[in-house]
């Protein structure tokens, strides 16, 4: 089935490409680099030890402890990172700088990952979570090229769409070397897809060895003295749809509290300006981080409108709800707000999260929510009683330390399998 899915792939390459263009009008950077997508490269230097991709930023955020190990165990020739999303290039290029290069990744066609690979001569693949694409595997595995899914994960939905494909779902799963599985749930759906049970392994999920930056309680407490003594929620990671429920539900918390602070974190760059255009519609001009402004008193509405300092907004508040979860999103990683103590609401669709929300709702450092209705209510008994913060942000902050090691179970494993690639 490869030749029949390449050629759809490649009838379907102009739709990709448009695609692109269509989000690069909120995004330029969409448009930028376009070429590196199907596979050129001009006369830049490339080669690399290890390619590693990761998606989006989710994926980059928990890949950035990998990377290290990998610079520092192959320092050259380096590191090569591929993302899809400007927003993953972005975090990659501040974290890293010049030290990790990094590319868009190529399309999933022969000519391209040929081109790719003949370029960086990588000794090791690493893709993050659900990367499971056929020409990049076939391609690799004509090299030899072992390849391992990282923090590998399968929802029923996925496994069921993948399931479909039968022999062609096999035969893909079987060209990886290793495939590293956040759960036992996980690992059994990759069997039944057909992925040698010799190949799979439970390791953990990275995402629970997230290394925040030592000064970073120190700047969260300094932007909170200039919030003032206030109450203060945040909604991290909203989507079209979400932010009107959230506004709404801060009108209600503004009832019981009424000098509530919202901090408003859209998921998508490209979205902060029609979502501050909305919360003035509701009565909330917001103050705005990227232009330095700092809400007064009396005002309500403050929205993070710059990239990579949700870390920081989340150890300034006191309580974080997480968004794509009140709409049929999936969620988003609640793992760094548990890690600041910071006690978390969800909403009823977190099945891209299912294991980390559970394990945080059953040690009581989370609580689900089903509507706005729900959020309002909570949010004002939680921002009333610091007490009740106090011992779930601790509940959070345990069960990030208590499921901590995936990181080092990885690295242990790969590094087998590079032994074993040189011998």
């Known amino acids: 089935m490869r030749p029949l899915y390449s050629l759809l792939f490649a009838l379907l390459l102009p739709l990709i490409l448009l695609r ?3 989000r690069s009008r909120k995004q330029p950077a969409y448009r930028e680099r376009m070429r590196e997508r199907l596979g050129f490269y001009g006369s830049k230097p490339l080669k690399a030890a290890v390619w590693i991709h990761a998606v989006s930023l989710g994926e980059v955020q928990a890949a950035v402890p990998l990377i290290e190990h990998c610079l520092q165990r192959f320092p050259e020739p380096g590191v090569l990172a591929t993302t899809t999303t400007p927003t993953g290039a972005a975090h990659l290029r501040k974290h890293f700088g010049p030290r990790v290069r990094h590319l868009y990744t190529p399309l999933d066609l022969p000519w391209i990952l040929e081109r790719f690979l003949h370029r960086v001569q990588p000794r090791l693949v690493i893709l993050l ?5 056929p020409n990049l595997l076939a391609a690799c595995h004509r090299r030899t090229l072992p390849v391992v899914l990282a923090n590998a994960r399968l929802s029923k939905k996925s496994a069921r769409r993948y399931g479909w494909l039968g022999s062609f779902t096999r035969e893909t799963l079987q060209r990886f070397t290793l495939i590293a599985a956040q759960t036992k749930a996980d690992a059994r759906r990759f069997r ?3 992925a040698p049970a010799q190949r799979i392994q439970i390791m953990g999920n990275l995402k629970f060895d997230l290394s925040l930056p030592a000064d970073l309680r120190k700047r969260a407490q300094a932007l909170r003295r200039i919030w003032g003594d206030r109450p203060v929620w945040i909604a991290a990671s909203t989507h079209a749809g979400e932010e009107e429920i959230v506004l709404e539900s801060h009108r209600q918390v503004r009832q019981c509290l009424p000098n509530a602070l919202l901090v408003l974190v859209p998921r998508h760059p490209e979205r902060f300006d029609a979502v501050a255009d909305l919360a003035e519609r509701w009565g909330f001009p917001p103050a705005r981080r990227s232009r330095g402004e700092s809400p007064s008193l009396t005002d309500g509405v403050f929205l993070g409108d710059t990239l990579g300092e949700l870390p920081l907004l989340l150890g300034a508040s006191d309580v974080a709800f997480f968004g794509g979860s009140l709409v049929p999103i999936g969620g988003h ?3 760094e707000a548990a890690a600041l103590s910071i006690p978390v609401l969800i909403g009823p669709h977190v099945h891209n999260f299912a294991e980390i929300a559970a394990l945080l709702v059953r040690a009581g450092g989370a ?4 509507d706005g209705k729900a959020l309002a209510q909570t949010l004002c008994r939680w921002l009333s009683d ?5 011992r779930m942000g601790e509940r959070g902050k345990q069960v990030v330390e208590q499921n901590r090691g995936a990181l080092l179970r990885l690295i242990e494993r790969t590094n087998e399998i ?6």
Not at 129 to 133: A, C, D, K, M, N
Not at 367 to 370: G, K, V, W
Request: zero cysteines; hydrophobic letters at 60%.
């Open 386 to 390: 610091a007490n009740l913060r106090a």
């Open 20 to 22: 692109l263009l269509w």
């Open 367 to 370: 609580q689900q929510i089903p």
């Open 333 to 335: 990683n609640l793992l």
């Open 418 to 423: 590079l032994h074993s690639a040189v011998l």
């Open 192 to 194: 039944v897809l057909g």
């Open 129 to 133: 979570e659900t990367e499971i694409w």
